[in-house]
T-cell receptor
């Protein structure tokens, strides 16, 4: 069955370290998204991509970057992790021409 | 700035009753609105979509209304069951012609008591 996976599911890191969160989908969706979810804020869009080599900034992109070298993967990189980036991160994908997003299981990141 | 509010962070109801969740928004002209369900430790799962020209949508025990004049959506679960306990998120989709991004509310945690 097609799916969307995220790894790792849990990560503890230290301030200043570079961290990369993986997202992989097997639906062949062109559109992929990264969100962070914090208490009281709901899901906030970090970056999104509408296809290979396309990336765009979302509402809370500072301190994050993404790259899209193939259809299946959209890794999210925290260049220099900060405690304010402690959060749960969700990846999602969507088929072009539709409005439904399919979410991964999430990665809980703790920055100490 | 755009703002989405979902009624009370937590809602408790008795099994068999109808749960009604509210999503209000300001400074926004969405082309559509979606409702998602999120269980603890999991990602959101799509439930229903309603477009700006639709008043009501139904799916089994779920019903969604969309009033663009009031800038409000109501989400109903009839004959609620303990298995319906979860957090429910509303999400607004951008106006036609814009990027198809979603803006999410912070969610309402529903608990159905047996």
């Amino acid at each position: 069955d097609a799916e969307i996976t995220q790894s790792p599911r849990h990560k503890i890191t230290e301030t200043g370290r570079q961290v990369t969160l993986a997202c992989h989908q097997t639906w062949n969706h062109n559109n992929m998204f990264w969100y962070r979810q914090d208490l009281g804020h709901g899901l906030r869009l970090i970056h999104y991509s509408y296809g290979v080599h396309d990336t765009n900034k979302g509402e809370v992109s500072d301190g994050y970057s993404v790259s899209r070298s193939n259809t299946e993967d959209l890794p999210l990189t925290l260049e220099s992790a900060a405690s304010s980036q402690t959060s749960v991160y969700f990846c999602a994908s969507r088929r072009t021409g539709t409005d439904t997003q399919y979410f991964g299981p999430g990665t809980r990141l703790t920055v100490l | 700035s755009q703002k989405i509010e979902q009624n009370s962070e937590a809602l408790n109801i008795q099994e068999g009753k109808t749960a009604t969740l509210t999503c209000n928004y300001t400074n926004y002209s969405p082309a559509y609105l979606q409702w998602y369900r999120q269980d603890p430790g999991r990602g959101p799962v799509f439930l229903l979509l309603i477009r700006e020209n639709e008043k009501e949508k139904r799916k089994e025990r779920l019903k969604v209304t969309f009033d663009t004049t009031l800038k409000q959506s109501l989400f109903h679960i009839t004959a609620s069951q303990p298995a319906d306990s979860a957090t429910y998120l509303c999400a607004l989709g951008g106006p036609l012609g814009s990027a198809r991004q979603l803006t999410f509310g912070s969610g309402t945690q529903l608990t159905v008591l047996p």
